[in-house]
């Protein structure tokens, strides 16, 4: 057939419409496990989040717990050292036997005392215990080079400094609280204003003290390190653990020192948390849920495209139906309205249909319909659309400019493609067909009119054939 064409999709069995089926329910699938995925990424990312917050909480929990014990022990050493101030203040002419007896007894409520000192004039006069401690009696700060620094400080600042942890000459570590003895005279109206008579000084055992606070480099699930010599916090150096742990994500706190701080940092022995339980869960859950949810998503598009596709073509034979048709024809009349390119539609209707029914049974006649279907299909162009608009009625719809003597011709061809019987399992069935056709908008100028008009003209046919056939 001759003319011009505009591309149409014919059936629902053609690789076209597969193609797009296909495309359509792969991407409903696609974007179903994106959203499927991207929330369960969203969920599972939540919980992590909760997870690794609820352990952190906890962390921060147990560490501010281990730096309140310790702020404790460092805070009874200070008050040892206020107490011994003020026993030195009251007492300036103490002597060794009277302040024995004193510092034993404070000495007794803290273990971790190791040593009490009272330095009136800088000269240390007083020393607890004095055994083993004997050549430290005389022993003058301002000319001590390695002590007489934190002295001088106290001195000046007029407060407590708590210096070390250092090494301790008869072992072990030290923490030493030095405290100024003020004395206040009539004219004294403030601390800046009483005489400074000398240091107290007050020795605590390091790892007494932090076996007092319960800290060890490892306790309780998790590993501490301890940071800040001389109360330098951050810029000072080590005291106790890993110096890794100040480097990674541990959480870190300040111990609040008298003058300056330490740093306390801790984190679990095993680690922070990995990917946690319900994070797991909720990803497991989450991708089998999309799973689940993609095939039923794909199955329901699936089931949608094809009921539609049925709802437009015939369920025999897969040639579209009357409503399918006259959406085709009425694309058509627009696009002649815009172009002036008319076309042809040809009413075709099987002779002596119904004997074949009735002798040789419905189910060979529904093959004979579809053998009619495919014919047709092998004698038209991929732009004609075939459809079946009734029991044995087919049409056949050709866009394009054809002259009258063509169109003519065309009917001639269709009555032609069935002068070859048609083999239908192990029948071979002879068929005749009667062809009318109508010319859009030459005989007619809307849609009901073609039809009425092919539908007419292909009666003729049928009568023709039928007188041909008395005479």
């Known amino acids: 057939m001759d003319g011009w064409s505009m591309p149409v999709t014919r059936d629902i069995d053609i690789p076209h419409n597969r193609s797009r089926d296909r495309l359509i329910v792969v991407g409903v699938i696609l974007i179903v496990c994106l959203l499927g995925l991207g929330l369960t990424r969203y969920v599972s990312d939540l919980l992590q989040q909760r997870a690794e917050e609820q352990q952190r909480s906890e962390t921060l929990a147990r560490l501010s717990e281990i730096r309140a014990r310790l702020e404790g022990e460092v805070s009874a050493t200070i008050y040892i050292a206020q107490g011994l101030v003020s026993y030195a203040a009251i007492n300036q002419a103490v002597t060794q036997s009277e302040f024995d007896r004193f510092a034993r007894e404070v000495a007794a409520s803290n273990p971790a005392i ?93 790892d007494l003290l932090f076996e007092g606070a319960g800290i060890r480099p490892e306790v309780g699930g998790y590993r501490l390190a301890l940071r800040g010599v001389d109360g330098l916090g951050a810029a000072g150096q080590m005291i106790m653990g890993d110096p890794g742990l100040f480097e990674g994500e541990a959480v870190t706190l300040p111990v609040k020192l ?41 199955l329901l598009v699936y089931a949608q495209q094809r009921a539609k596709a049925m709802a437009l073509h015939d369920a025999l034979t897969g040639l579209p139906n009357r409503r399918l048709l006259v959406d085709r024809l009425e694309q058509l009349a627009s696009l002649s309205e815009r172009t002036g390119i008319g076309f042809q539609v040809f009413f075709i209707d099987l002779n002596g249909f119904k004997p074949i029914n009735d002798t040789l049974g419905h189910a060979v006649g529904d093959m004979v319909l579809r053998a009619i279907g495919d014919r047709l299909r092998e004698e038209t162009r991929e732009s004609d659309t075939i459809a079946r608009i009734g029991g044995d009625e087919f049409v056949v719809l050709v866009p394009g400019l054809i002259q009258h003597r063509s169109s003519a011709n065309i009917a001639d061809r269709l009555r032609q493609t069935f002068h070859e019987p048609l083999r239908v399992g192990e029948h071979v069935i002879a068929i005749q067909v009667s062809v009318g056709w109508a010319t859009y908008p030459d005989d007619a100028t809307n849609i009901s009119e073609i039809l009425s008009l092919a539908d007419q003209r292909m009666y003729r046919d049928k009568a023709a054939v039928a007188q041909a056939v008395v005479s």
């Open 258 to 298: 008298p003058s300056g701080e330490w740093q306390i940092s801790g984190r679990p022995v095993d680690g922070w948390i990995g990917t946690s339980a319900e994070s797991r869960f909720a990803g497991l859950a989450g991708a089998g849920t999309t799973a689940l949810l993609s095939v039923l998503s794909a």
């Open 114 to 206: 190791s040593i009490l000192a009272l330095a009136p004039g800088n000269v240390v006069r007083y020393i607890y215990p004095l055994e083993g401690n004997e050549r430290a009696i005389g022993l003058d700060y301002t000319k001590n080079e390695a002590q007489w620094p934190a002295v001088k400080r106290v001195m000046e600042e007029r407060r407590t400094i708590v210096a070390g942890p250092v090494n301790l000459v008869q072992g072990g570590r030290g923490l030493i609280a030095r405290s100024p003895i003020l004395l206040a005279d009539e004219e004294s109206e403030t601390t800046e204003d009483r005489r400074y008579w000398g240091v107290a000084s007050v020795v605590v055992d390091t």
